[in-house]
């Protein structure tokens, strides 16, 4: 026992480097080795390691409190928290119900919709709609909206049943289709799924706006969710985003909704929220269902023991500040052309990269034995995982992204780095990112892969 670890990491009995500290887009580990964060960790860092106006906000507030609870005490952070996030979030979602994650924030999402339609006397409607190739957390409750098919495999059995609708994932078509002839078949699903269903028992449609860890990075054609809208709106269906990965910036616009200018009526938050310096996330909710459950129960029948704890809020609220005064998301959109550039001119290198796609600093390689055919590797091979290794050893963090529509498909990774990056920064991961993809296509070959 002497010297094994007692913490449980994710992969037990591999080795991880010990981490020391974290500046800017940098991270050090205790043995001096330098890593460039462009995962931003989990696509979390968004404004990077060790800004100290967040480590004296981080102070201030420990030296006040920490923990209040909140059926006892409201408290300044979370209040001045949710005011600000009110006023950023688009469209009547005026509302927060803060969390520690963002599969809570999923969960009190599931939870507030279908407590909505309960409290207006339409108990039945209280089945959710998701996406295959989606990721909305690790709970059950979350993992049971989530098309992540690795990731339920395991807990299938203890899993909801909930229905899912076909990803709009131009480049591996479930369809077999090519946009735009193919009329969007994707989002015309979610309407025959609702009338199979019957809309009396559908409470709400859930999605990711850019999928992120089951897909890449996968961006929807541009009318798609004009369409979706259209179709909740005709059967009384609410709109959850989950914006935990895409929020605060990170594609280029506080919230990537924007984009496409659809209003949810629940938005859940996390990773950017508080730029990974406390852990916090939370549930975003319309004005229409506050008030609708205000006249009725008045409670809402979720939280945790640290929801809502002034460190955290004020940590949140500091970097909201931070964000407010640098505007990283103008940097995301700005450099969004440049990444484009430089990871199409990868790809035209490398055939192994089928293909890119991406907002703001929020990209998608997609690795494929063969960009005319698009054929995934078989999952044994581990292609994702060997990539990410690579780009490792070579001083680069990027984010596995694998689980495609059947488990067996789908090797992708993600490039976001902390949305501060400089663009001399950008080109240096570039650089080293095409090192790696050149050095894995040669591997892949070697191995009989290509
Ligand atoms: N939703 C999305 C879109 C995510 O990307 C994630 C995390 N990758 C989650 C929910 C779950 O968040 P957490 O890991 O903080 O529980």
Redesign the pocket.
Known sequence: MANKSHLIKPLLGATYPEVAYGKGIYLYDSDGNRYLDGASG??TANIGHGVTEIIQAMKEQAEKISFVYRSQFTNRPAEELAEKLAQIAPGDLDYVFFVN??????ETALKIAIQYWQEIGKPQKNRVISRWT??????LG?LSMSGHVLRRNRFSSLLADYPAVSPPYCYQCPFYETYPSCGMKCANELETAIQRIGPENVAAFIF?PII??AGGAIVPPEPYYAKIKEICDRYDVLLIA?????GFGRTGKNFAMEHWNVEPDIM?L??GLSGGYT?I?ATMVSARIIDTIERGSKVIMSGHTLSGNPQSAAVALAVLDYMNLHQPGENAANLESFVEHELRTIASHYPVVGDIRGKGLLWGLELVTNPETKESFPIHTFVTERTVKKCFEKGLIVYPAVGGINGTSGDAIIIAPPLTISKEEMKMLMKILEEAIAEISHDLDHDGLL
């Not at 994650?101 to 999923?106: D, F, N, P, V, W």
């Not at 989950?242 to 895409?246: F, G, L």
């Open positions: 989990a696509v994650s963002g599969s809570e924030a999923m989606s990721y909305h957390g690790i709970t979350a990711e992120g860890a989950d914006e935990v990965m895409t859940a996390g990773k852990p996330g």
